[in-house]
């Protein structure tokens, strides 16, 4: 089939594609540059790169589509020997060779407008197009190879449900080594749409008044602080995955008329499978999107299987098991916590999520994370991580809403964040 991005450059030449503070370039222009990055890329190479998001990355990607190179982006805040970790288990993949390309050295050198270009035009949805690298912040990296048609069939879904116009902007705050970054650029390269990069050392706030978004990706997190600096204004769409969204947050959100979507995927989903439709309330992670089924397994279990899904992920019951604790009533998908994460406190279930969100939903806290510390008596009791100094009152109001054997025993303070999830001390 044609690359998505020619397409869009025969219908839409002069439509703005991609747009950073410092550059802009539109379907034509970025479809000319995919072009002459093509001419240093060789089929069945594995290109690692260590990038910041900027229009050359994505242009790079598509040089790679065409070309048969699987692109392999790396979180830039990994140690060195992290790197190299994730470099020796692009081997196990079953292609012919790898390269490691240090992508910012790699792509200053390549032409921007020079005179060679590649006539190629052509993808081929079926072959792997990316490998990404999903384990947290800590164990063994686990890598998730995904075809051109999976993410395009996430892209097509999510866009079936809340359709993107020409003139549509989306601004990306999060990496395009992130599953959510790079859904970004699939949703808006289908629909002409641009994807607008926010500057490096810019608040969010300060994005969005001097680049005018209309749509936002975002965390819960995020958004918290995002209206603590300022509300936005002029947005189609805010929409919100990665953790579970605050009763608090919801209403702050509903009271100022804020167009709010929540959803659900992961990395082997190459993003959303679930979300809230445009004009309707948002109730749990919103309603299956086209290209997805999902069913409760007897353990509580979310099971997948889909266009989207990640071949290599799925079990031999033809289903993607999440890992995530859930269940569906009347289509809508509700995310109660990972199984992985439950433990047991004097005979009783914990899910460390129910105690975050809780915290959570009291004022001032914008962060939580709950884990469980051994105790001689009960097995294990939970504690509690917050991103301010913890005040002995708010136990009180912690009591009114959950049971006495889920009130942490001992609170402290997160530490700065690394990439979308807490360090702890």
Request: hydrophobic residues 40%; aromatic residues 6%; proline residues 7%.
């Amino acid at each position: 089939m044609d690359c998505p991005l020619y397409q869009q450059a025969l219908r839409n030449p002069d439509q703005p594609f991609l747009e950073s503070v410092t550059e802009s370039l539109t379907y034509l222009e970025a479809d000319t540059l995919a072009s002459r990055y093509q001419t240093q890329v060789h089929g069945g190479q594995r290109i690692a790169t260590l990038l910041p998001n900027s229009p050359h990355w994505v242009c790079f990607l598509f040089a790679c589509l065409r070309e048969q190179a699987i692109l392999c982006p790396l979180n830039l805040r990994l140690p060195e020997a992290r790197i190299q970790e994730c470099c020796d288990f692009l081997g196990s993949l079953a292609v012919s060779d790898r390269q490691l390309g240090q992508a910012e050295k790699l792509l200053r050198e390549l032409p921007k407008f020079g005179t060679e270009h590649s006539e190629n035009r052509k993808v081929f949805p079926d072959k792997i197009a990316t490998v990404l690298f999903t384990s947290g912040s800590s164990g063994t990296p686990k890598t998730v190879p995904h075809s051109l048609a999976n993410h395009l069939a996430s892209a097509k879904a999510a866009n079936q449900q809340a359709p993107l116009d020409l003139g549509d902007r989306w601004l990306c705050p999060l990496p395009l080594y992130h599953v959510g970054g790079l859904a970004i650029v699939f949703r808006c390269v289908l629909a002409g749409a641009t994807v607008v990069f926010p500057e490096a050392e810019a608040s969010l706030s300060q994005s969005i008044e001097n680049q005018r978004p209309t749509h936002l990706s975002l965390v819960p997190t995020q958004l918290f602080r995002l209206l603590r600096e300022r509300p936005p204004t002029g947005l189609k769409r805010i929409l919100l995955g990665g953790a579970p969204l605050p009763d608090s947050l919801l209403e702050l959100c509903r009271t100022l008329g804020l167009p709010l979507a929540t959803s659900y995927g992961m990395t082997e989903t190459a993003s959303q499978i679930a979300a809230t439709p445009p004009g309707e309330s948002v109730v749990g992670s919103g309603k299956i999107l086209s290209h997805a089924e999902v069913k409760i397994s007897d353990e509580d279990e979310i099971l997948i299987r889909g266009e989207s899904v990640s071949a290599k992920h799925l079990q031999a019951d033809g289903w993607l098991h999440s890992g995530d604790k859930g269940r569906l009533e009347d289509g809508i998908l509700f995310v109660e916590g990972r199984l992985d994460r439950q433990f047991i406190s004097g005979g009783e279930n914990i899910q460390p999520e129910q105690i975050e969100t809780a915290l959570m939903n009291l004022k001032g806290i914008t962060q939580a994370v709950v884990i469980p510390v051994e105790d001689k008596d009960f097995g294990h009791r939970p504690k509690a991580f917050v991103d301010v100094d913890w005040k002995s009152e708010w136990e009180l109001e912690l009591r009114k809403t959950l049971p006495g054997y889920m009130i942490p025993i001992a609170y402290e303070k997160i530490s700065e964040s690394i990439g979308l999830k807490p360090k702890l001390m």
